[in-house]
């Protein structure tokens, strides 16, 4: 069967067509049909394909195989003639991004040597990977300034197709493919590439070319950008962030950066002498503690505050000498257990695991003087630190631990 005849090729600007449907399948509950003739740009070489409707039925995709156009529809829709509307924004979308990407692929080459090793044209941003290692921040500007400098001139954009040996005498920026004629896309004497995809009429269409991220990727680099469109709706973002952020710092944009600085250093300086004030809290209050406990073993369950703070309470008290410290902690959600005793003392904190566990539902671990564990059961939290203080009574002699 003959190949499908792509109108986009002769114009790009084409939105509406008939075409008679040639060859008609089913394919996993969906429709697909080959036409005569289209509109509907395929999806080829890392470029989504158009969008739009075959008799009011959408098209939610458009392959090539072997020079036919395959369209897909959710629906199916009658064998004869057929009416095609091609959805403009995604196509003149495209359009800016492709071409954008034929001038910066050149403007790349001028300007660094670098050559264009692929392209991907993505649903928000595209990027080009380009066989070099790195661009210094001066040279990225430079090549952005000449690619928006051929936007601003305006230049013509043409198409047209040539055999293999007319195309000798072009200085095509790639190498042609190498089968049947080619077609040439000239950016008036700027780039000259062989590409079969949809152009503007002229450069201005494109609007601004904006490079906006770039990292390597293996050996070569990886240059994020956008076009036209996509680059307004990015500058206006940016902007509105910036415009709330320089409300937030009551500054103009040049100083945000330093103003942001300096609220890290004092954030880290405040948190530093946090540390230190909660450091002597948490000493007071063990001592505190250790001066109200009747007793060496010091039980006692608490309510908000961090598993964190409990253990250096803790660690606190422990280091003070033969003390044993059976701490609880009932959150909302759980409950936590600090096991801790001092080293002088000649017992092993992890002996009381397979008490506590069953009766939290917990799990946890640690070292002879210091264990930690938590579970969902928090109504058994008490019962729980009742039987560890039983088994830490059972292991010493009456009342030896008594004494303070
Ligand atoms: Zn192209």
Not at 14 to 23: H, Y
Not at 382 to 404: G, R, V
Request: glycine fraction near 6%.
């Amino acid at each position: 069967m003959k190949e499908t005849k792509r109108l986009y090729f002769d114009d790009p600007y084409q939105v509406e067509f008939q075409a008679k449907i040639v060859q008609k399948e089913q394919k996993n509950s969906r429709t697909v049909v080959v036409l005569d003739q289209t509109c509907f740009y395929p999806e080829s070489g890392g470029q989504p394909p158009d969008k739009g409707t075959l008799e009011n039925k959408e098209v939610i995709h458009v392959y090539e195989q072997e020079g036919k156009i395959y369209h897909v529809l959710e629906d199916d829709i009658a064998a004869g003639r057929v009416k095609g509307k091609l959805d403009w924004e995604t196509r003149l979308d495209h359009i800016q991004q492709h071409a954008g990407q034929h001038i910066l692929s050149q403007s790349f080459y001028k300007i660094c040597g670098g050559e264009t090793l692929s392209f991907r044209l993505g649903r928000t941003s595209s990027t080009i990977d380009l066989g070099l290692n790195q661009i210094p921040d001066d040279r990225m500007d430079r090549v952005e300034r000449l690619a928006n400098q051929i936007v601003f001139q305006d230049r013509k954009i043409r198409t047209y197709f040539m055999d293999k040996d007319e195309v000798q005498n072009i200085p095509l920026r790639k190498p042609p493919p190498q089968k049947g004629r080619i077609r040439v896309v000239e950016i008036e004497g700027f780039d000259y590439s062989p590409c079969g995809g949809t152009h503007p009429r002229r450069t201005g269409e494109i609007g601004l070319i904006k490079v906006v991220n770039r990292e390597r990727v293996k050996k070569n680099l990886r240059v994020e950008f956008l076009c036209g469109g996509r680059a307004r709706e990015d500058y206006a973002q940016k902007n509105s962030t910036l415009n709330q952020l320089t409300q937030l710092f009551s500054v103009k944009a040049p100083q945000l950066i330093s103003s942001v600085e300096k609220l890290f250093l004092d954030l880290k300086s405040q948190k530093k002498r946090s540390e230190k004030l909660q450091k002597k809290l948490v000493q007071y209050e063990a001592d505190k503690i250790v001066r109200e406990a009747p007793e060496k073993i010091i039980q006692r369950v608490f309510g908000e505050r961090g598993p964190q703070e409990l253990r250096n309470l803790a660690l606190n008290i422990i280091k003070k000498d033969e003390f044993v410290v059976l701490f609880g902690l009932k959150t909302p959600e759980r409950a936590h257990v600090v096991l801790a005793c001092s080293e002088n003392l000649s017992l092993d904190m992890r002996e009381l695991i397979p008490v506590i566990s069953p009766l939290i539902q917990g799990k946890g671990g640690g070292r002879p003087s210091l264990v930690e564990l938590a579970g969902e059961e928090r109504e058994g939290l008490k019962t729980a630190l009742d039987e560890a203080y039983s088994f830490i009574k059972k292991k010493f002699p009456p009342d030896s631990l008594n004494q303070k």
